[in-house]
C-alpha cells in the first residue's frame, strides 16, 4: 500500500521560512510526477508547485519566486522551501504523487507535471503552516 507522510508544518512570521518535507513508502514502481497542494477552510484544493522525475517543475502563480521545490528520487523523498512567507499562505500543505503504474499497463508516463488535483492519485493526511503578521 502506497503511503505519503508529510512533515515540517509549523507556524511562523510572516516574511520567514518553513520547509516541507514528504516521503513515499509502498510504491514498487518507477514514480514520474509528485505535488504539493494546499487547501484552505471552504475553498479548494489549489496546487503549490508540481514536479517530474526529469527535474521540470511548475509553480502556482501566487508562490513563484517564493516557493521551490525538490526532490531525492533514490529515497522518493519530495520537498517545498518555502521562503517569504505571507500570511494568505496559511494553510493544510498536502504531499501528491502520481502513483499510476504506466509501464505495467502498456502506457506512456507524462513528461511534465501538471498542476491538476486530478493528476494525482495518492495523497498525504496534510500539515499545517500558519503564517502570522
Known amino acids: 500500500q502506497v503511503q505519503l507522510v508529510e512533515s515540517g508544518g509549523g507556524s511562523v512570521q510572516s516574511g520567514g521560512s518553513l520547509r516541507l518535507s514528504c516521503v513515499v513508502s509502498g510504491l514498487k514502481w518507477s514514480l514520474y510526477c509528485m505535488a504539493w497542494f494546499r487547501q484552505v477552510p471552504g475553498k479548494g484544493r489549489e496546487g503549490v508547485a508540481s514536479?517530474?522525475?526529469?527535474?521540470?517543475?511548475n509553480y502556482g502563480d501566487s508562490v513563484k519566486g517564493r516557493f521551490t521545490i525538490s526532490q531525492d528520487n533514490a529515497k522518493n523523498m519530495l520537498y517545498l522551501q518555502m521562503d517569504s512567507l505571507k500570511t494568505e499562505d496559511t494553510a493544510l500543505y498536502y504531499c501528491?504523487?502520481?502513483?499510476?503504474?504506466?509501464?505495467?499497463?502498456?502506457?506512456?508516463?507524462?513528461?511534465?507535471?501538471?498542476?491538476?488535483?486530478?493528476?494525482?492519485?495518492?495523497w498525504g493526511q496534510g500539515t499545517q503552516v500558519t503564517v502570522s503578521s
Open positions: 514536479i517530474h522525475s526529469n527535474g521540470l517543475a
Open positions: 501528491a504523487a502520481d502513483t499510476t503504474p504506466y509501464y505495467g499497463l502498456g502506457s506512456v508516463p507524462p513528461t511534465e507535471c501538471a498542476l491538476n488535483r486530478g493528476a494525482f492519485s495518492s
